[in-house]
């Protein structure tokens, strides 16, 4: 693979997140079209919804299912990365599917922008298949190069909702059976009364949670 020396891209999927583990509720036609990619090599769908919408989540798990059926997977977060990292995005259409997170963080940066535009018309004549996701909608997105715009327009568009309180307490059992520990509903309740009502602020503290029970558990 091409990977610029600069910056090597780590091409794990960075959670264990799997499409078992994922919440539905008012999204199943988003879902759907997530899943959909594994069986239609050279498309391509856009993504958007807040933060704690699950798009991560999404990503991280056709990523795995992509390698259990054999594919070539790679998951990237914007957002995570600097400004030279741009240059690790050559050479990936040798896979078959790539998975592009947080396109929002670097909307408006004309280096990352030339970067991906390349990156996705590459992926595209290689017939692979692409998944982008956003905060906000594309129409919402300011890029400095409008062709970056037309080209995530050529493929499907779908929005993901964010969940009601019921969905959030699954989630959050779902989250605390992966990591081994209980949280019982009165716990969940009050989380969701005095914790950010948002996902990835919920599951951090969940995470927390779990990093003192194991240190209880092994100063027993």
Known sequence: ?????????????????????????PNKNSLAAVRQLLHEPGSSLFLSG???????????????SARKIGLGAFYIALKRLPQEAAAGLEGLQVLDLICVDDLDAVAGNPEWERALFRCFNDVRSANGRLLVSSNQPLSS??????????????????????????????????????????????????????????????LT????????????????
């Open 1 to 25: 693979m091409l990977l610029s020396p600069q910056i090597p891209l780590q091409l794990e999927p960075r959670r264990p997140d799997r499409f078992e583990d994922f919440i539905v509720g």
């Open 50 to 64: 807040p933060e704690g919408s699950g798009k991560s989540h999404l990503l991280n798990a056709l990523c795995h």
């Open 141 to 202: 997105l300011r890029f400095s190069l409008p062709d970056l715009a037309s080209r995530l327009a050529w493929g499907v568009r779908q929005s993901l909702q964010v969940p009601d309180d019921e969905g959030k307490q699954e989630i959050l059992q779902q989250r605390a059976r992966t990591l081994r520990i209980e949280v019982p509903p009165d716990v969940q309740s009050y989380l969701l009364k005095h914790s950010k009502r948002d996902m990835a602020s919920l």
């Open 205 to 220: 503290v969940l995470e927390q949670l779990k990093d003192v029970a194991y240190r209880h558990r092994n100063s027993v």
